[in-house]
């Protein structure tokens, strides 16, 4: 009985400090709730906002992307893979893995950088693919 008894004590310590450790590592998948869906097929580039005494934007080649099929791009020649989730889209594998952007239209994706704020750089599907 006193076996028992040390072994439960144990296990309800271990689960009171698991309890909260699970809930905190759920959040950031909670952030990303929403249906999973795909991107329309094409290419999309990306450009920075310009300024008044100059061109209204500037490309930036090296993320523009192309979605080939369901959830896979190519980029500079290579493929991964991203995944949409609601409105924000992340490449989780191949050239562009780690990018987040979040879909602001069917058209328009805009950059979020590591802390989720909203970035400057705007990717827009320019060749839709049929």
């Not at 929403?34 to 080649?61: F, M, N, Q, S, V």
């Not at 889209?89 to 950059?111: A, C, D, N």
Request: hydrophobic letters at 40%; aromatic letters at 6%; proline letters at 7%.
């Amino acid at each position: 009985m006193d076996r028992t008894s040390c072994f439960t004590r144990a296990l309800r310590a271990a689960s009171s400090l698991a309890l909260p450790a699970l809930a905190l590592a759920a959040t950031p998948l909670m952030a990303q709730a929403g249906p999973i869906d795909t991107l329309p097929l094409g290419k999309y580039e990306c450009t920075l906002p310009g300024d008044a005494g100059g061109a209204a934007w500037h490309r930036i080649p090296g993320r523009d992307f192309t979605i080939l099929n369901a959830s896979s791009y190519e980029a500079g020649g290579e493929r991964g893979v991203y995944l949409l989730r609601g409105a924000q889209v992340t490449f989780t594998r191949g050239p562009l893995k780690g990018m987040m952007l979040e879909r602001s239209s069917q058209r328009i994706l805009r950059e979020r950088d590591e802390k989720g704020e909203l970035g400057p750089m705007r990717c827009v599907l320019t060749s839709p693919l049929r």
